[in-house]
């Protein structure tokens, strides 16, 4: 299933599936990228991160595209288990701002069994 | 193991009150920020550090205060001026993107 933060901000996927969750980031000077995972009364974790110079970085069950031609960001989860329902967060560090980092308002993941 | 600890988990805050958040990071970073978290919402800057002795309001201040006199330590206070306290408050520090504390739930009683 697929998602897009802010208009869409629940996803709901079977167990097993793909996920894609979708990311519209707000300044082109942005140069770095992370996506966090945060469950239900915890602070955020990284998952995954990418710089403006790479298209796409590969983890461990998780990757990130990155285009910057329409400032889009996507977290694709590969066989999505019950472990990975909480909310995932984009955020973007903008150099003129001291690279302090600015964060999107999220998207819930729910996996079904 | 190097980290951030946010304390107390949960804190009770009285109408007139002022209570204070702590956060301690042992992760030799320089910055250090507080968040705000809102059911349903993102994260909203409140205070951040770049240095010893040195802090900047974020988007959402008012209403609160900092002190930073040692790099592990940046505590937030959350005064009576602020009129609607309750949420989930986030500490994170950063080298290289942000490590997050665990988190201290405010509510108003």
């Known amino acids: 299933g697929e998602s897009v933060g802010l208009h869409l901000p629940t996803l709901s996927v079977q167990e097993g599936d793909n996920s894609i969750i979708n990311c519209a980031y707000s300044?082109?000077?942005?140069?770095?990228f992370i996506w966090y995972k945060q469950e239900s009364g915890k602070g955020p974790q990284f998952i995954i991160d990418i710089r403006s110079n790479m298209d796409k970085r590969q983890g461990q069950r998780v990757t990130v595209l990155l285009n910057k031609t329409v400032k889009h960001l996507s977290l694709q989860i590969a066989a999505t288990q019950p472990g990975d329902s909480a909310v995932y967060f984009c955020a973007e560090s903008i150099p003129r701002y001291n690279n302090d980092m600015r964060f999107g308002a999220g998207t819930r993941l729910t996996v079904k069994p | 193991d190097g980290g951030i600890t946010q304390s107390p988990k949960y804190l009770f805050r009285k109408e007139g009150q002022n209570v204070t958040l702590s956060c301690e990071q042992n992760l030799n970073h320089d910055a250090m920020y507080w968040y705000r978290q809102d059911p349903g919402q993102g994260l909203r800057l409140i205070y951040y550090?770049?240095?010893?002795?040195?802090?900047q309001k974020g988007d959402i201040a008012e209403g609160y205060s900092v002190s930073r006199e040692k790099k592990e330590s940046f505590p937030l206070t959350v005064t009576s001026a602020q009129k609607n306290p309750t949420a989930f408050y986030l500490c994170?520090?950063?080298?290289?993107?942000?490590?997050f504390g665990s988190g201290t739930r405010l509510t108003v009683v």
């Open positions: 300044n082109s000077a942005s140069d770095y």
């Open positions: 994170a520090s950063s080298s290289h993107g942000y490590t």
């Open positions: 550090s770049q240095i010893v002795n040195d802090f």
